[in-house]
């Protein structure tokens, strides 16, 4: 799946947020602190409607977020009825939200790199399955300049 990526300025009204294009962040402001992480936060939801979020590990590999977990994992139970995700960086100052619908990662090449991500990350063998992170939006900011770094990233599927 192709995507292509559109870089605006989300709207957060009464917080003095920079109108114009000045300081949106680049692309390699959200690839360093997701690739850079150990934590990440996920946040799913339950089959009663009520959310549940938990730390977990993960690995950013080509853009793409994956992270596995236990069968029996409330994560894993609520993600089986329901697809939709938000993940958020570790970090509270230099911030990554990201949005999408997760998949089962079947490619075997793929499931290589992450199996290595995390024995270099975690010195852990981590079994699959992976979930891969299917973003549709990704927010960052860098606390250190709140008012000029909110960035909002919408990404649009591209046939070919």
Same mark, same amino acid.
């Given at each position: 799946? &192709?995507?292509?990526?559109? =870089?605006?300025r989300?709207? %957060?009204?009464?917080?003095g947020? #920079?109108e114009? +294009?000045?300081?949106?962040?680049?692309? +390699?402001? @959200?690839q360093n602190?997701? &690739?850079?992480? &150990?934590?990440? /936060?996920?946040s799913?939801?339950k089959?009663?409607?009520?959310?549940h979020?938990i730390?977990?590990?993960?690995? /950013?590999?080509n +853009?793409?977020?994956?992270f596995?977990?236990?069968?029996?994992?409330?994560?894993?139970?609520?993600?089986?009825?329901?697809?939709?995700?938000? @993940?958020?960086?570790?970090?509270g100052? *230099? @911030?990554?939200?990201? #949005?999408?619908?997760?998949?089962?990662?079947?490619?075997?090449?793929? %499931?290589?790199?992450? *199996?290595l991500?995390?024995? =270099?990350?975690?010195?852990?063998?981590?079994?699959?399955?992976?979930?891969?992170?299917?973003?549709? &939006?990704?927010?960052?900011?860098d606390m250190?300049?709140?008012?000029?770094?909110?960035? =909002? /990233? *919408?990404?649009?599927e591209?046939?070919?």
């Amino acid at each position: 799946m &192709k995507q292509k990526k559109l =870089r605006d300025r989300p709207y %957060i009204a009464d917080y003095g947020i #920079e109108e114009s +294009d000045n300081g949106l962040l680049a692309w +390699d402001f @959200v690839q360093n602190e997701m &690739k850079d992480a &150990k934590n990440y /936060w996920l946040s799913t939801t339950k089959s009663d409607n009520h959310p549940h979020a938990i730390p977990i590990w993960g690995s /950013w590999i080509n +853009d793409i977020f994956y992270f596995g977990g236990g069968s029996e994992t409330q994560n894993r139970k609520n993600l089986a009825e329901n697809p939709h995700i938000v @993940v958020h960086s570790e970090s509270g100052t *230099k @911030v990554v939200i990201i #949005e999408g619908k997760v998949s089962i990662e079947k490619n075997e090449n793929v %499931i290589k790199e992450i *199996k290595l991500d995390y024995m =270099r990350k975690y010195n852990l063998d981590h079994p699959p399955p992976f979930y891969r992170v299917n973003k549709t &939006k990704v927010f960052c900011w860098d606390m250190n300049d709140y008012a000029r770094t909110p960035t =909002r /990233w *919408k990404f649009i599927e591209i046939t070919e």
